[in-house]
T-cell receptor, first 113, second 112 residues
């Protein structure tokens, strides 16, 4: 089992460009999450999906949109990238019930110039 | 007050020593507690979960939970240079939103 996979691993965008980060999990988890991690800021939740067909905002949703395509896949879209969105993005998945253990993908390093 | 607090460190210990990492949380109704290890440039990796008061041991790792004091810790015995990483404390709160709250992480340096 691959666990949680993310594509791409690295991306450089110019300000104003758009892109979609892809995430897939093969653990049959109901819930999926998108985080960003910045130095000194820790992990911050952008959006999450408790189950297929639902999405909710996290702590820092502005500038992002998400799509829960099916139970396996959860994508994050930047419509008009800004330098402030330069970060490392992690996708994670878990069950929606106990024990709530989240498992992370390898991350996408995004630079917006 | 932050919901989950950790000392950012760095915590430096010699090889073979016990490393003690601490975490406090503000939500008294929190149910589940996790420790993640994150190597530089890598993603967080779940290493310990604890749900009830007391100690839970897994190899060289021991997680300790004290709900009355709202305190969770991670002990690493016989620390190795390969344990050098950032350790993130995460708490599942009482709000039942399915979201984990992460601390900022403690950087551990194990010196040979």
């Amino acid at each position: 089992n691959a666990g949680v996979t993310q594509t791409p691993k690295f991306q450089v965008l110019k300000t104003g460009q758009s892109m979609t980060l892809q995430c897939a999990q093969d653990m049959n988890h109901n819930s999926m999450y998108w985080y960003r991690q910045d130095p000194g800021m820790g992990l911050r939740l952008i959006y999450y999906s408790a189950s297929e067909g639902t999405t909710d905002k996290g702590e820092v949703p502005n500038g992002y949109n998400v799509s829960r395509l099916n139970k396996r896949e959860f994508s994050l879209r930047l419509e008009s990238a800004a330098p402030s969105q330069t970060s490392v993005y992690f996708c994670a998945s878990s069950e929606w019930t106990a024990p709530y253990e989240q498992y992370f993908g390898p991350g996408t390093r995004l630079t917006v110039t | 007050q932050k919901e989950v607090e950790q000392n950012s460190g760095p915590l430096s210990v010699p090889e073979g020593a016990i490393a003690s990492l601490n975490c406090t949380y503000s939500d008294r109704g929190s149910q589940s507690f996790f420790w993640y290890r994150q190597y530089s440039g890598k993603s967080p990796e779940l290493i310990m979960s604890i749900y009830s008061n007391g100690d839970k041991e897994d190899g060289r790792f021991t997680a300790q939970l004290n709900k009355a004091s709202q305190y969770v810790s991670l002990l690493i015995r016989d620390s190795q240079p390969s344990d050098s990483a950032t350790y993130l404390c995460a708490v599942f709160g009482s709000s039942n939103t399915g979201k984990l709250i992460f601390g900022q992480g403690t950087t551990l340096q194990v010196k040979p």
